[in-house]
T-cell receptor, first 114, second 111 residues
Framework: EAGVAQSPRYKIIEKRQSVAFWCNPI?????LYWYQQILGQGPKLLIQ????????DSQLPKDRFSAERLKGVDSTLKIQPAKLEDSAVYLC????????????FGPGTRLTVT | LAKTTQPISMDSYEGQEVNITCSHN???????ITWYQQFPSQGPRFIIQ???TKVTNEVASLFIPADRKSSTLSLPRVSLSDTAVYYC????????????FGAGTRLTVKP
């Protein structure tokens, strides 16, 4: 079974530039999550999708971050414009559904903002 | 939103049993307890999940007392490859959207 795919694996941009991350969840997984993990901290949930609808984006900085999950499969997370404090690993995860289901994580995208 | 508290770090030696305790004093009736493991440069990986009493799988055991205000992840006979960060999460059984990762416990296994 293929795991959660993410791209790119690494990205370096200057502040005020924009960047986009892509995630392809495990086939059949209805729930998709985007996390931000700053070095030395645990993952912070940014947004959760159930199919193509948002169920939780309470911790998403909506002035600069946006995410979409068209057709309930792939998802894209965008940052525009980026700030230095956005330097982090962005993790995508998926699960069969909401509730007590195991989350499967991708390898993450390491973003460096200079 | 149930908050969890774990030790920041723990050291152990190869072959020992390691017990990591997580405190979740305000756990709700519908909350279940999940543990994840994270190696450097990788995403977290599910270890075990439970609601009450004891759960065991091929990797670990999870002990949950009757009041459910804490839980203990037990790793039998650890090896160097068990060096990782371990996260305890508490979340609603109906959905996942109030599960939050804390800082986790950094376990270092020494030879």
């Amino acid at each position: 079974e293929a795991g959660v795919a993410q791209s790119p694996r690494y990205k370096i941009i200057e502040k005020r530039q924009s960047v986009a991350f892509w995630c392809n969840p495990i086939s059949g997984h209805a729930t998709l999550y985007w996390y931000q993990q700053i070095l030395g901290q645990g993952p912070k949930l940014l947004i959760q999708f159930q199919n193509n609808g948002v169920v939780d984006d309470s911790q998403l900085p909506k002035d600069r971050f946006s995410a979409e999950r068209l057709k309930g499969v792939d998802s894209t997370l965008k940052i525009q414009p980026a700030k230095l404090e956005d330097s982090a690993v962005y993790l995508c995860a998926s699960s069969l559904g909401r509730g007590p289901y195991e989350q499967y994580f991708g390898p993450g995208t390491r973003l460096t903002v200079t | 939103l149930a908050k969890t508290t774990q030790p920041i770090s723990m050291d152990s030696y190869e072959g020992q049993e390691v017990n990591i305790t997580c405190s979740h004093n305000n756990i709700a009736t519908n909350d279940y307890i999940t543990w994840y493991q994270q190696f450097p440069s990788q995403g977290p990986r599910f270890i075990i999940q439970g609601y009450k009493t004891k759960v065991t799988n091929e990797v670990a055991s999870l002990f949950i007392p009757a009041d459910r205000k804490s839980s203990t992840l037990s790793l039998p006979r650890v090896s160097l490859s068990d060096t990782a960060v371990y996260y305890c999460l508490v979340g609603d059984m109906q959905n996942n959207n109030d599960m939050r990762f804390g800082a986790g416990t950094r376990l270092t296994v020494k030879p």
